[in-house]
């Protein structure tokens, strides 16, 4: 079946560094796309979502772009801090209400 | 800031045994869910629950689940006969329409052990 997926499991960055980490979909009719933070021991955190309709999104510190063309969402952390150090998921959903789907989940990892 | 709360974080319990998790989604939400994540795999949808029934619902989601809101503000998972393969952390999350519906909030999660 049609699933999100992210295309590296780790990314290992000195602190004050900017990250990306990628994430690659398969359904052309998912309209909606979210990024979240899971700390070790709790519960997924929203980050940031982003429509369909756009390809740019900023955030405190974060961007999101979505490129429809390649089914291609990044998610961009300006200035990594250790506090940032976490499992980042990609989840997408095709209309509101309707189950998020989750990607595999990229382990960021912040060195001072 | 409002949260999800689900209790309990940790239970540990026999194959066949049955398992309520319980949670108390944000109150002005609408729409809750119950997610799973096996231990170091990604997070999982169980089931979507919206107008006191079921909106949608996964594979996972066989007739050994059930979901129910007994009052108004509780939302609980029962798992009827446990079986190893269900060892797993629970999330629940809800949403409401006023910030977009699909932007969900999710607990700490209850990690559910069988033996």
């Known amino acids: 079946g049609e699933s999100v997926g992210l295309h590296l499991p780790t990314l290992s960055v000195q602190e004050g560094d900017n990250s990306i980490i990628n994430c690659a979909y398969s359904?052309?009719?998912?309209?909606?796309f979210i990024w979240y933070k899971q700390e070790s021991g709790k519960g997924p955190q929203f980050i940031i979502d982003?429509?369909?309709?756009?390809d740019k999104r900023q955030g405190q510190r974060v961007t999101v772009l979505l490129n429809k063309t390649v089914k291609h969402l990044s998610l961009q952390i300006a200035a990594t801090q250790p506090g940032d150090s976490a499992v980042y998921f990609c989840?997408?959903?095709?209309?509101?209400?309707?189950?998020?789907?989750f990607g595999k989940g990229t382990t960021l990892s912040v060195s001072s | 800031e409002p949260e999800v709360t689900q209790t309990p974080s940790h239970q540990v319990t026999q194959m066949g045994q049955e398992v309520i998790l319980r949670c108390v989604p944000i109150?002005?939400?609408?729409?809750f869910y119950w997610y799973r994540q096996i231990l170091g795999q990604k997070v999982e949808f169980l089931v979507s629950?919206?107008?006191?029934?079921?909106?949608?619902k996964s594979e996972i989601f066989d007739d050994q689940f059930s979901v129910e809101r007994p009052d108004g503000s509780n939302f609980t998972l029962k798992i009827r006969s446990t079986k190893l393969e269900d060892s797993a952390m629970y999330f629940c999350?809800?949403?409401?329409?006023?910030?977009?519906?699909?932007?969900?909030?999710f607990g700490a999660g209850s990690r559910l052990t069988v033996l």
């Open positions: 982003i429509r369909s309709n756009m």
């Open positions: 629950f919206y107008n006191n029934e079921i909106s949608e």
């Open positions: 999350a809800s949403s409401d329409e006023g910030s977009g519906a699909n932007v969900l909030t």
């Open positions: 359904n052309s009719a998912s309209d909606y």
């Open positions: 989840a997408e959903s095709d209309q509101a209400g309707t189950a998020l789907i």
């Open positions: 109150s002005n939400h609408l729409y």
